[in-house]
């Protein structure tokens, strides 16, 4: 059986290397020559993802936020 702890372990790990890989693919989003976007949009979501890590940090403080959905 799993401790809390393997399972935590197991979870984050899996959970932060598909963040990674996620936001790899987000920068592949900045290729002028495939798509057009402005520096407000960069800012935006750039602002949107800062948010959520603050978000996501609180949690492991016991800080309550609420959560929104990114809409550009």
């Known amino acids: ?9 197991r979870l984050v790990e899996a959970r932060t290397n598909k963040i990674i890989d996620m936001l790899r693919l987000l920068g592949n989003c ?21 948010k959520e890590m603050k978000i996501s940090k609180s949690k492991f403080t016991s800080m309550t936020v609420e959560e929104e959905k990114f809409k550009l």
Do not use: H, W
């Not at 900045?30 to 993802?49: G, H, M, P, R, W």
């Open 30 to 50: 900045s290729n002028k020559a495939n798509y057009d976007y402005t520096d407000e949009d960069v800012q935006k979501i750039f602002t949107t993802l800062e």
């Open 1 to 9: 059986m799993e401790t809390k702890r393997e399972k935590f372990v």
